[in-house]
């Protein structure tokens, strides 16, 4: 059986006419630029994550430069951010001219752990770090309620970074949930395929609470320009394309099912591990998220995890690998290096300590969690791997 890590090819077969037709009418429209899909999509992201604003941009790292650039972030500023994230989380801070600062992951959820935050901005005398980037990794939302505090304590605008997370929800103190995005000054999703909601190239959303935030990113993703041709604001050519827009939004309609597939999935495989003595041999470690059923059944849990990846930590991950692939099951390290060890990185910050992340990069590995995938599916992955450890 060949198992990828991804299909994308049995999530377009029921969609296939729909999304012909509608990139059809994008092109028999002549509209290339901006236009009604665009506008569409922005009023329906908005509504679908709680937020005042959304604007489309051209990626999710773009997302995050130009929230950035709506902030004046620049040489001199320091961004506070996580170590154990894709690339472009720490790209677009230099790429303005700054520079990281990390705080290392909680060992259990994998992101920004805000106890290590608190003493990373205590001991910030300079007062230069100016805005913190918490990433809600493989689609569960970062300890946000603690985030916000310190943000709040320090006076630093948070920007998160939800390019994996679009729809993660988080408990609010007075137990509403809140949309992942909606809770700092800026969420930053990208819309690239492999994405819980992915378009059939690049994109992103810039969404925002505050509108007078949200109306300089409206303007910045085009070059400034308000109105056409006079620049008060030097931005970029940041748009989404209206091809992309027509596709997400067809695909926005399913994005509660296939969530709920693979949240379903993702407590399936956790079953079936528990079923084995992998977890009690420490050969594996189940990723830990809580579900919002449960947490309102005992009111003190957290998250509304999407499953963006389902994330094991293994022993012998590289045999792993290989075992895995020789047997078609597709899989994949995110990421093998944490962000500070990466070679860019080295001449411009001292290395900073930070276990946990280290420990992560070396060991985790994500299975096939797609929304496609069947319960035999899931079954052979299982006995794959239990097959693995017995060999
Ligand atoms: C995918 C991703 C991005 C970048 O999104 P693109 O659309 O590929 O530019 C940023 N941060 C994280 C955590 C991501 O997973």
């Known amino acids: 059986m060949r198992i990828p890590l991804l299909d994308l090819g049995s999530q377009l077969i029921p969609l296939r006419q729909e999304i012909i037709d509608a990139v059809t009418k994008v092109i028999d429209s002549t509209t ?26 051209s990626s999710g790292t773009d997302a995050l430069l130009v929230a950035l650039m709506a902030l ?39 992101n920004i752990d805000p106890v290590a935050m608190a003493a990373v901005l205590e001991n910030d005398t300079e ?7 918490p990433v809600h990794l493989y689609g569960q939302c970062a300890d946000m309620t603690a985030i916000m505090a310190l943000a709040k304590q320090y006076d630093i605008p948070v920007i998160e970074d ?30 690239f395929p492999s994405k819980n909601l992915g378009g059939i190239g690049d994109g992103g959303m810039v969404v925002s609470n505050d509108s007078t935030f949200g109306e300089l990113v409206r303007m910045l993703r085009n070059h400034g320009a308000e109105p056409k041709y006079y620049h008060a604001e030097i931005g970029g050519n940041f748009r989404l394309d209206p091809i992309q827009a027509t596709v997400l939004r067809i695909k926005l309609k399913h994005l509660e099912d296939w969530h709920a597939a693979r949240r379903e999935n993702a407590i399936t495989y956790n079953a079936l591990f528990a079923e084995t003595s992998l977890i009690e041999e420490q050969k594996l470690q189940l990723p830990v998220a809580v579900y919002k059923e449960q947490a309102e059944l ?16 293994v022993e012998n991950r590289d045999g792993l690998i290989k075992w895995l692939s020789s047997r078609d099951i597709g899989c994949e390290i995110y990421y093998p290096l944490c962000l500070h060890e990466q070679e860019c990185l080295a001449r411009l910050i001292s290395k ?27 079954r052979y992955v299982v ?3 239990v097959a693995f450890y017995q060999s």
């Open 32 to 57: 290339y630029i901006q236009g009604p899909e665009v506008i569409g999509l922005e009023s329906e992201v908005a509504d679908y994550c709680n937020t005042t604003s959304a604007i489309g941009v």
């Open 72 to 110: 004046k972030i620049g040489p001199g500023d320091r961004v506070l951010t996580t170590s154990y994230s894709f690339f472009a989380t720490m790209g677009v801070i230099l790429r303005c001219g700054a520079k990281p600062v990390f705080a290392d992951i909680d060992p259990v959820s994998y």
């Open 127 to 133: 007062k230069s770090i100016k805005a913190i980037i």
């Open 162 to 191: 939800a390019a994996q997370a679009i729809g993660a929800e988080y408990p609010s103190g007075s137990g509403n949930w809140l949309r992942s995005g909606s809770m700092g000054i800026a969420g930053c999703f990208s819309f």
């Open 298 to 313: 005992s009111g003190k849990s957290r998250n509304y995890h999407i499953y963006n990846q389902y994330i094991l930590a």
């Open 352 to 378: 900073p300590v930070l276990p946990h992340a280290e420990k992560a990069a070396r060991s985790t590995l994500a299975l096939p969690v797609y929304p496609e995938l069947t319960l035999d599916m899931q």
């Open 383 to 385: 006995d794959q791997i």
